[in-house]
């Protein structure tokens, strides 16, 4: 199964700080996903980084993406209240099929 | 604007009532999937969709079912809920099959 393990389970920063998340999974990929979600309400799609990057930024948000040790990381710089939420990577395998397979994800919350 | 609906939002019924759970998209996508997510468990992946009447078993299938009659529509049916299916369901949509997931907003089903 190409699902991706999160780490740590939860985090808890003060506002203003860097939160790193890693995500781990066993087989290769096309691309991996990351998504936020809000207690209780749908996921939002964050940032898609294909197998042949390294590196993806968009807004305060950079992801890493090393292939070779099949793992990726998800930095958000000076973090606010507004990203408290779980975070979830969701690596896309082979084939056709609709496959993003979830993991638990991590939960951040940003202090005040 | 670009959306995936789900009705109802709530919903509380008893052990073998069959219920129906309504999802639709208005951005013309192909693959449509159906998760429910668990505390610990994560989202697990029930059906997904590639395309009108292309249905598949995702990793927890087990006392649901699907059809895809028109693209825009994916409803998930319960046809003997039992109280292991109280969850929070999700229907997610997509372009590509590996690609950006957008999903409604959730459906908190409990089984009594």
């Known amino acids: 199964s190409q699902q991706g393990e999160e780490d740590p389970q939860a985090l808890s920063i003060q506002e203003g700080e860097n939160a790193t998340m890693n995500c781990s999974y066993k087989?290769?990929?096309?691309?991996l996903q990351w998504y936020r979600q809000n207690s209780g309400r749908g996921l939002v799609h964050l940032i898609l980084?294909?197998?042949?990057?390294r590196e993806k930024h968009s807004g305060r948000l950079r992801v890493t993406l090393d292939t070779s040790k099949k793992s990726s990381s998800l930095l958000i710089t000076a973090s606010r209240a507004a990203d408290t939420a779980s975070y979830f990577c969701?690596?896309?395998?082979?084939?056709?099929?609709?496959?993003?397979?979830f993991g638990t994800g991590t939960l951040l919350a940003v202090q005040p | 604007e670009a959306q995936v609906t789900q009705n109802p939002r709530y919903l509380i019924t008893v052990t073998g009532k069959k219920l129906t759970v309504t999802c639709s998209q208005n951005?013309?996508?192909?693959?449509m999937s159906w998760y429910r997510q668990d505390p610990g468990l994560g989202l697990r992946q029930i059906y997904y969709?590639?395309?009108?009447?292309?249905?598949d078993k995702g990793d927890v299938p087990e006392g649901y079912k699907v059809s895809r009659k028109e693209k825009r529509n994916f409803p998930l049916i319960l046809e003997s809920p039992s109280p292991n299916q109280t969850s929070l369901y999700f229907c997610?949509?997509?372009?590509?099959?590996?690609?950006?997931?957008?999903f409604g907003p959730g459906t908190r089903l409990t089984v009594l």
């Open positions: 969709s590639m395309n009108v009447e292309v249905t």
């Open positions: 997610a949509s997509s372009f590509k099959g590996q690609g950006e997931q957008f």
């Open positions: 969701a690596p896309a395998g082979g084939g056709a099929t609709n496959k993003l397979i």
């Open positions: 087989t290769s990929i096309n691309n």
């Open positions: 980084i294909r197998s042949n990057e």
């Open positions: 951005m013309n996508h192909e693959y």
